[in-house]
């Protein structure tokens, strides 16, 4: 199996009080190559990432969160969280089912995996692209366009009518860049709202607008706000973008974070042009830097490279 990702979740089986659980998560039948506590407070909760050792207090609507990143696991690998009454399963369990849970102590302790590789590596001629990266090679990123149907319920009409107007702007300027680049980016948020048919099939048609193969990365506007994506590894929620990005360049669940435009851009080997719409921004880099180090890299970018920096803003 590799390495696999496995999420261990701590909430109260009450309805209104706090419950407490102390004990110690241990790995058998595998190396625990990582391991990470999320929404642990201080001062409350305690996890001592060296041993597995922590204390939980959780209600019904707050869990705690405890992530391991296993390496050399199997099926027959065994997860166990050890207190005064304990639990253990073996990955093979998560594999014939979307999750399982136990309650200790009065609190509901529940295991699934993270596919983090089901997106696996992208095809570019997946979407009709055979370039290769190289000296030649570039691309653009639209970050954070959050387009959509003015009229769709829910929605601000006045907002969506601003920003449908820098998209459409952005995609005249896109297409008219010389050279041409091999594939266009659209980082989450591509809607406004809250991920309604309506917002993705305007946005759709503003990028089949484009001449060049188009892909969508996901963000928080993508789905309705605190939707569940339980049991197990529930992705119902995001129906919508799925089929908007299967319609727009035929790709199957295809789900896109911004891990993976990142990993792109942090290797700093292929140039890139970057359009950020509000207000319309076009910025053509020769090499490409970290998210963290966008704004500071660009300021040295004017003085760097002027020769291949184009800058246009309304």
């Not at 590789?117 to 990266?133: D, F, T």
Request: net charge negative; proline share 4%.
């Amino acid at each position: 199996m590799g390495e696999i990702i496995d999420r261990l979740e701590f909430r109260s089986a009450q309805e209104i009080s706090t419950t407490s659980y102390e004990g110690r998560i241990q790995v058998k039948g595998g190396k625990t190559a990582r391991i990470k506590s999320y929404f642990f407070e201080a001062g409350e909760d305690e996890f001592a990432p060296e041993n597995g050792r922590f204390q939980s207090h959780s209600s019904n609507l707050q869990a705690d969160v405890v992530v391991l990143w296993l390496s050399e696991a199997s099926e027959n690998t065994r997860i166990s969280i050890d207190g005064d009454e304990a639990f253990s399963f073996q990955l093979s369990e998560l594999l014939s089912q979307p999750e399982v849970s136990k309650t200790l102590e009065n609190t509901e302790i529940t295991a699934n995996l993270l596919l983090d590789k089901e997106i696996g590596y992208l095809q570019l001629e997946a979407v009709g692209e055979n370039s290769q990266p190289g000296a030649d090679f570039s691309f653009v990123i639209m970050a954070d366009p959050q387009g959509g149907d003015p009229e769709e319920e829910g929605n601000w009409p006045t907002r969506m009518k601003i920003h449908n107007a820098w998209i459409e702007d952005s995609i005249r300027r896109t297409n008219e860049m010389d050279p041409q680049h091999q594939f266009t980016l659209v980082l989450g948020d591509i809607v406004d709202s809250q991920g309604q048919m309506a917002n993705f099939e305007q946005m759709n048609d503003f990028m089949n607008r484009l001449e060049s193969p188009v892909l969508y990365a996901i963000g928080n506007h993508e789905t309705r706000y605190s939707s569940k994506f339980i049991p197990g590894y529930n992705m119902e929620a995001f129906n919508n973008y799925f089929a908007a990005q299967k319609a727009l360049n035929g790709m199957e669940q295809c789900c896109i974070p911004l891990i993976w435009a990142n990993s792109i851009l942090s290797s700093g080997q292929i140039p890139c042009l970057i359009i950020s719409g509000k207000p319309t921004l076009i910025i053509l880099t020769g090499w490409s830097v970290t998210w963290r180090k966008i704004k500071r890299a660009l300021l040295s970018f004017f003085n760097t490279f002027p020769a291949i920096l184009s800058v246009s803003t309304r």
